[in-house]
């Protein structure tokens, strides 16, 4: 009887080992859409039954794709994409298509994967869904191009910055409406703690006799004051505000500019590379048989055709300098998802001193400025957030030519000189930015990181943000420092210091 017991309990610990192990195996995901879906089997009638049904499926699709269940993955995404038809979500089933293509990558039939990714884009096309849109083209993008099919694979690297910037400034939009809606909000609590106070007031002057006169004329000294402060922030928040919206509107305009200026120069670039190609196949012709020629045309010809030669190939630097300066314009119309990330801190400064000096000069081309640029060549990558870091190399150099523009007006013997320097420092690295200028007013010197403090006549555009902006972008973003230097009449010197905990990272 011992030895039946015994017998017994082993059995029972078998089976409730077994019991623990398939409920540990159980994925309490699936478990929930499937219990889900069975109760939506007896709401048949209901009028979104289909879409929900659709959903749930997705749901188990990409569930058991997660779990590497792909045969099962693929089965419940069939029947996804179909109730989505019959529902008529083309919004879900652009969502389906790109999963069904994910799951056939994961089995390795990547024509299938192709061809819903396809069909995905086409559905997200029609319906103006850019996320959709961003993740189809990424993915047909990334697939070509490891196939060497380069023409494909621009085609739809093309169509993702296309969506992916459609998306940014879409996010531009949303945040200038959230800041107003903030606003107010904020406005309308300061309304309402302004009626309190007044209410309670007038209730005690109604109980207290002589005394409420006094706390009456301290309430009106109170509120007066309340109303300055009230004013005073509305007034900021508003301008905060426009500056917002400029600033949005700016990048949507040199994204678009930007575009449009890519398109006839890639034509000149092409067209020049083939002038130089045509030129060498002239030139060997000549080689294979000179005696053919005139003595007296043939070195006229070959002249002319070294000058061709020599002009293609200035028109194809000028054209890769003006790729190049568009990229940067384009890359800082994306402005405001930026990400800390390692950035070669000697080249970002290139392109922003060429990118402002370019565009000073278009509206000031009697001006010829000498740049310094002393570079130290053992600079270790700094991790920054490399828009915003960009957004202060500019305010400052915009600062700088504009001082030298004065003081050229002023005195036209003038020689400006900018000097660009950066330095490996034991804990930190530097950068450093002189202009031998007008210099700035010692009774200025403590005032040029305040808001909305400008030295520069009205009518220029200038907000007196740019510095103030610039000090919270280093000081505040990336716990650095931002210090100016000056002599009036000789220099202005801006100096940025960021510590090695940032540069590291």
Request: hydrophobic share 40%; proline share 4%; net charge neutral.
């Amino acid at each position: 009887m011992i030895r039946s017991m015994r017998w017994y309990g082993i059995i029972l610990l078998v089976f409730t080992v077994n019991g623990l192990i398939a409920q540990s195996a159980r994925n309490p995901v699936i478990d929930s859409l499937n219990v889900e879906l069975a109760m939506l089997e007896g709401e048949n009638s209901a009028i979104d039954y289909l879409s929900k049904k659709a959903r749930i499926s997705f749901g188990l699709g990409k569930a058991h794709h997660d779990n590497g269940q792909y045969e099962l993955a693929k089965q419940h995404l069939h029947k996804a994409r179909a109730f989505a038809v019959q529902a008529g979500d083309s919004l879900l089933l652009a969502g389906i298509l790109n999963q069904l293509a994910s799951t056939h990558m994961r089995r390795g039939v990547t024509d299938s994967a192709i061809l819903y990714y396809k069909s995905g884009l086409l559905v997200a096309c029609s319906i103006q869904s850019h996320e959709h849109i961003k993740t189809a083209s990424a993915k047909l993008y990334a697939i070509h191009k490891e196939q060497n099919n380069h023409a494909e694979a621009l085609r739809y690297l093309e169509l993702y910055q296309s969506a992916k910037d459609t998306l940014v400034n879409g996010e531009h939009i949303r945040m200038v409406t959230n800041m107003a809606k903030d606003y107010s909000e904020r406005v309308e609590r300061y309304e309402n703690t302004a009626k309190i106070q007044q209410h309670r007031f007038v209730s005690i002057f109604a109980l207290a006799g002589l005394s409420i006169a006094i706390l009456v004329i301290l309430f009106l000294i109170v509120f007066y004051r309340l109303k300055q402060a009230r004013e005073r922030e509305k007034r900021k928040i508003q301008e905060q505000l426009m500056v917002q919206e400029r600033m949005a509107s700016l990048g949507m305009l040199t994204a678009g500019i930007a575009h449009e200026i890519k398109n006839p120069l890639n034509f000149i670039n092409n067209f020049a590379g083939i002038n130089k190609r045509l030129i060498a196949e002239i030139q060997a012709e000549i080689d294979k048989d000179p005696t053919s020629w005139s003595p007296r045309t043939l070195p006229f010809v070959q002249g002319r055709l070294h000058d061709l030669e020599q002009n293609s190939t200035d028109i194809e630097t000028s054209g890769k300098e003006i790729n190049r300066i568009v990229l940067t314009m384009m890359d800082h119309s994306r402005g405001t998802s930026d990400s800390l990330r390692k950035m070669d801190l000697n080249e970002l400064v290139e392109d922003n001193v060429n990118l402002v000096y370019q565009s000073y000069r278009a509206t000031h081309p009697d001006l010829q400025i000498h740049i310094d640029r002393q570079f130290d060549p053992v600079l270790p990558k700094a991790e920054i957030y490399p828009h915003n870091f960009a957004r202060v190399i500019i305010n400052i150099l915009s600062n700088a030519f504009y001082a030298l523009n004065q003081k050229h007006g002023e005195f036209p013997d003038f020689k400006p000189c900018l000097t660009v320097v950066t330095r490996n420092l034991p804990d930190a690295i530097a950068l450093s930015i002189r202009d031998n200028g007008p210099g700035v007013p010692a009774e200025v010197m403590g005032k040029i990181f305040t808001p909305f403090f400008t030295t520069k006549p009205v009518g220029l555009g200038n907000t007196g943000l740019g510095l103030s902006i610039s000090y919270n972008i280093i000081v505040h973003e990336h716990k650095g420092k931002l210090e100016v230097d000056s002599e009036p009449g000789m220099y202005t010197e801006f100096t940025i210091v960021l510590p090695r905990t940032v540069v590291d990272g």
